[in-house]
């Protein structure tokens, strides 16, 4: 056989059988574990999502600073500009769900790694699931409650409001 | 190995900066003036630089994550894993090199 580029790198082994389902030992079938399949289930999350969220951030990151004015263009306005478009709207929620679970769950297998002790673990994944049980609800109720003509007690509109705002009100 | 340092960091610190950048996000709904001074803060200069260094962490992320897929799924990856590295360190480059003179010339010129 020539040698490949890594060729150290090459697995399997020649001449092994590759483990596929169906031809292994049912006893060295990690079935009816009561993890069931989830560590599967998260790994192939962390997968899918980790392609989407590149689509998902790059765009955001051209859109908010690499286009029109970028960094002097982002104020209040300008977040009222886009969230009227439920395209917008969409893609903000798609990014912070997909972003809070990939992160959460990477959280996770480092707190698996690090924390050896089961009462740290468990401490640090509970304020883990807390923390990002409030910022995925909060994100989400911001996008869908978001007002962009706030007004004062009068029914002036306030300061800074977006100038769309102005054939809004009166 | 080093990738792998390197992908764990960069992850970490993206979660984190996640976190706080929905909290001033929310400020949205508190008045439009609590909101404009917060992000105020991200248009000074440390925070120029911050956000170069944020942006670079989160694209290393991405294309070494892109590149762990390909280990994973792609028939060649685990040969190719190595050559791979360097075209993410070279997207990297290509992509930051880009980024930041963007970031550095819009953020003077609009002063
Ligand atoms: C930009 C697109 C992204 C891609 C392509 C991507 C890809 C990946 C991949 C493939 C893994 C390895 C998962 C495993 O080994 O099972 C991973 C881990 C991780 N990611 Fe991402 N990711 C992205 C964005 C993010 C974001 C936005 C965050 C933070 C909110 C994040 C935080 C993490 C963390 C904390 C880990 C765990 C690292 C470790 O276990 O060493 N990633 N990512």
Known sequence: MTAAPNSEAILPAQGIEAPRSGKVDPKYLRKGSSRGNFEMVTW????????????????????????????HQIDFAFVAGKWANPVWQFWDLTMLWLAMLHGTNGMRTIVNDYAEKDTTRMWLKSILYVSTT?????G?????????CLVDDSGQLLEHAPSFCQNVVN | MWSWVGHRITGVGIFFFLLVHVLDTSLVRVSPEAYNAVIGAYKHPIM???????VGAIVFHAFNGLRIILVDFWKQGTRYHKQMLYVVLVLWLVTMVAFSARHLM??????
């Open chain 1, 44 to 71: 192939v999350f962390m997968r899918v999502s980790g392609v989407a969220l590149v689509v998902l951030i790059f765009v955001h990151l051209y859109t908010n600073l690499m286009v029109g004015q970028g960094i």
């Open chain 2, 48 to 54: 120029i630089a911050g956000e170069i260094g944020l």
């Open chain 1, 134 to 138: 409030v910022i995925i609800i909060l």
């Open chain 1, 140 to 148: 989400t109720m911001v996008i869908f409650t978001f007002e962009p």
């Open chain 2, 106 to 111: 819009l953020f003077i010129g609009g002063e």
